[in-house]
């Protein structure tokens, strides 16, 4: 039966909570900065727009796209492109943009294990990252906020 990513999305949020957590005390063991993360205040299913956001940070996953390979008929392979996007705001934008570094490393870390296997995949592999832009609230004092999304490949059987 086809599955064209439906189980992705849910396996890939049950690995970030699960994962997350060792991910952050990793890196913050490593800072000498100062600047930390906290644990996320959600991991979603989905990409929310900004300004719905009340709570950061907050990672959200999507499914972007699926292609399928068939190449003997019977059993084929679907390609998904899946974004991990993290959403942080901090009231300096310097910080921000250390925060929002090290949010990328963590969900790196936690998604692409060295075994790049797990749930319903067997291969998934980092595409790029990609990084939106600084945003401040327009009351005093300011919050700024910013996102960065991992792209991932994903490799999934299909029959």
């Known amino acids: 039966m086809w599955d064209l990513g439906d189980s992705l999305v849910p396996a890939l949020v049950a690995r970030l909570e699960t994962e997350l957590p060792g991910a952050i005390t990793a890196i913050n063991g490593t800072v000498t900065d100062g600047v930390t993360l906290t644990p996320p205040a959600q991991v979603l299913g989905f990409v929310p727009p900004p300004e719905l956001l009340t709570d950061m940070p907050v990672v959200g996953v999507s499914l972007?796209?699926?292609r399928v390979e068939d190449d003997i008929g019977a059993v084929a392979e679907s390609i998904h492109r899946v974004g991990v996007v993290a959403?942080?705001?901090d009231p300096d934008p310097a910080v921000l943009a250390v925060r929002l570094r090290r949010w990328v490393r963590a969900i790196a870390v936690a998604?692409?294990?060295p075994e790049r296997r797990w749930g319903p995949l067997f291969g998934a592999r980092l595409d790029r990252v990609d990084w939106g832009?600084?945003?401040a609230t327009e009351e005093e004092?300011?919050?700024w906020g910013s996102w960065g999304a991992l792209i991932l490949e994903a490799r999934m059987g299909e029959s």
């Open 64 to 66: 972007l796209d699926t």
């Open 87 to 89: 959403y942080v705001a």
């Open 111 to 113: 998604t692409l294990p």
């Open 133 to 135: 832009p600084t945003l």
């Open 141 to 143: 004092p300011r919050t």
